[in-house]
């Protein structure tokens, strides 16, 4: 078995084409099969180096490798289009000498307007077939004479082209409604159902696994495939990715490249597990599956026709259990870069700095959908501000009420006579002593040392956080972190503006 990933490098990898290229990956993988990256990259305007690259770090990141192709080297490449121009000029040759296609001299102006003629009266385009049959003395002195004609390939008339899709059955096509298709354009570039033909050919592509878009390819490729006396792949054709509302997933349904997931801080085993799951079963409702699972159950026999709707709600159901499966070591690698963006990353870390990002990022991170979501979370560690936290109406009504303020300045006093909190069982000890001399326990206590702690009435356990605000308080601009305000000076920030507001 070999499969093929055939992207064109004209901008990011769209999660439809990621889909593709999984669905691929899977296949061979489940198969013992090969998987090969190729490049289309014969549209010359809009071809980058920078695309190319883009797409093979976002495969790398999802964990498909490639076994052959671009970077991995082969037996039957080059695996660049555009560095197999040579090749695709002898087939045609090849065509052109056995009479299978023919040079087309028509103006792309009289083309057009037969097109367009077609289309009022409401035929299907064809090509009419003017040049078909010129006399071969007549294409000579044009080319002679500096004309660079197109070259079609001569389609039999009043045939059936069908195949048995994989996914859909049998497709069939009558060649009347094809025409004569141009397979090399007049500036020598080929087309690309002729290009791909050759490739897969070449490459020995046993099975080829698609988006359902290039179904009305497929019998002008098979077309192709006759007239070189080649025997076709198997075909599968997947649905498309389709957007909330049922149309083509498109920008304005928000992101839709693998690029923008992975800056949304989606983890690559969610987003993969999640596209594996569009148009695919396993077949015993089981969703939250790895890589090595997926590949071992894949069959081609149980992915469906209709389209998959992308819900990115369930999307981030998925990202949050790997978020909680994954190691603090990796945890942080990921959460850095959005933590420098926010300016809470300052530098390069120390090792005691990083130690207290692996213990209070995977709490956090448990709690959120996408690790871009993490700053804001981690907010209340960097950030105290007591002024803004009374002028809010809810703070201010629940430290008015007994026992609260005398819980607040027993808080504080307690703090400016301890060490730093830098453990749960030294917070513990210190909130109930602080019980014991205020008469307050339960919410009454540590609600209200949540407030002073933190000037907001919710977030994560205090066990978790006062002990991660300490550990922090004492870092230096050398660690590489923001300043993160201790608890003790806090809670005399937060007395000090609340005797302001009582006064």
């Excluded at 593709?20 to 899977?26: K, Q």
């Excluded at 296949?27 to 090969?34: D, I, K, P």
């Excluded at 696994?209 to 006396?229: C, K, M, W």
Aim: charged share 25%; net charge negative.
């Amino acid at each position: 078995m070999r499969v093929r990933f055939a992207p064109s490098p004209t901008g990011h990898l769209h999660v439809g084409n990621a889909r593709t290229a999984l669905f691929n990956w899977l296949l061979a993988r489940h198969g013992g099969g090969t998987y090969v990256l190729r490049v289309e990259d014969t549209d010359r305007e809009r071809s980058t180096p920078e695309s190319e690259a883009t797409i093979k770090d976002d495969l790398r990141w999802l964990g498909l490798s490639w076994d052959e192709g671009i970077d991995a080297g082969g037996d039957v490449g080059p695996y660049r289009q555009s560095e197999r121009l040579d090749l695709y000029a002898a087939h045609t040759r090849q065509l052109l000498q056995s009479g299978h296609a023919y040079r087309c001299f028509c103006a792309p102006e009289t083309l057009e307007a037969q097109r367009q003629a077609a289309l009022a009266a409401g035929a299907p385009p064809k090509y009419p077939g003017t040049c078909r049959d010129l006399a071969p003395d007549d294409v000579e002195a044009r080319v002679e004479a500096g004309a660079r004609p197109a070259i079609r390939l001569r389609v039999p008339a009043d045939r059936e082209v069908a195949f048995d899709d994989i996914v859909r059955g049998r497709v069939a096509f009558h060649t009347d409604v094809i025409g004569d298709p141009v397979i090399v354009r007049g500036d020598g570039i080929p087309a690309y159902n002729y290009a791909v033909v050759i490739d897969d050919a070449l490459m020995h592509i046993t099975h080829v696994v698609r988006g359902e878009d290039h179904i009305s390819n497929t019998p002008r490729q098979l077309l192709v495939y006759e007239a070189f006396g080649w025997t076709p792949p198997a075909f599968a054709h997947l649905s498309l990715v389709l957007g909330p509302d049922h149309a083509p997933l498109s920008k304005r349904h928000g992101a839709t490249s693998v690029a923008e997931f992975r800056a949304k801080g989606y983890l690559p085993e969610a987003l993969a597990n999640y596209l594996a799951l569009l148009g695919w079963s396993p077949g015993d409702g089981q969703e939250l599956l790895p890589l090595n699972e997926l590949a071992a159950r894949f069959d081609l026999a149980h992915v469906g026709h209709s389209a998959g709707v992308f819900d990115e709600a369930k999307l981030a159901w998925m990202n949050r259990h790997y978020l909680k499966a994954a190691t603090p070591g990796r945890l942080v690698a990921l959460a850095v870069p959005y933590l420098q963006s926010a300016g809470r990353v300052t530098g390069g870390l120390s090792a005691a700095a990083e130690t207290w990002l692996s213990q209070i990022v995977p709490p956090l991170a448990a709690s959120l959908d996408r690790l871009n979501e993490l700053p804001d979370r981690m907010h209340l560690l960097f950030a105290f501000d007591a002024e803004a936290a009374l002028a809010r109406d809810d703070v201010r009504a629940e430290i008015a009420a007994a026992p609260a303020p005398a819980v607040s300045r027993a808080w504080a006093d307690a703090l400016a006579s301890s060490p730093r909190l830098t453990a749960r069982d030294a917070f513990r000890a210190l909130a109930k002593d602080v019980g014991t001399r205020t008469g307050a326990k339960g919410k009454a206590l540590f609600h209200t040392i949540r407030l002073v702690t933190t000037g907001l009435p919710d977030g994560p356990e205090l066990d978790v956080l006062v002990p991660a605000i300490d550990q922090a308080a004492d870092f230096t601009p050398a660690d590489g972190l923001a300043p993160v305000p201790g608890c003790r000076e806090r809670a005399a920030a937060f007395v000090a503006a609340l005797d302001r507001v009582t006064s």
